[in-house]
């Protein structure tokens, strides 16, 4: 069983920045593709970013690209987002993922096992 948990949501002022963390536990990290997804009240699961299993490609969603950055260190069992220049509309609480495959995905049912979620807040 793979546990995931994040780290690092809080209240940000807009145009701010926070950086999330996604610790996973198992030995099989370094060969799937990672992903976060957020969710705003009363709005569907969104895709943010996905990073394949080396850290060589990534994606994002089209409301995050040029702000956001997602990262991870496989000896760490660790996956990152970087979020810069953050606005109201990023409010949401994001969960990290970890696909049943190596490749790169924006579709959630594509992703085995989520973590527990963080809130991230950004005032305006």
């Known amino acids: 069983q793979v546990q995931l948990v994040e780290s690092g949501g809080g209240l940000v002022q807009a145009g701010g920045s926070l950086r999330l963390s996604c610790a996973a536990s198992?030995?099989?990290?370094?060969?799937?593709?990672m992903g976060w997804f957020r969710q705003a009240p009363g709005k569907e699961r969104e895709f943010v970013a996905s990073?394949?299993?080396?850290?060589?490609?990534?994606a994002y969603g089209d409301s995050v690209k040029g702000r956001f950055t997602i990262s991870r260190d496989n000896a760490k069992n660790t996956v990152y987002l970087q979020m810069n220049s953050l606005e109201p509309e990023d409010t949401a609480v994001y969960y990290c993922a970890r696909s049943k495959y190596s490749s790169l995905s924006p579709r959630g049912y594509e992703y085995a096992y989520w973590g527990q979620g963080t809130q991230v807040t950004v005032s305006s």
């Open positions: 198992g030995r099989t990290f370094s060969i799937y593709a």
């Open positions: 990073i394949s299993p080396s850290g060589s490609s990534t």
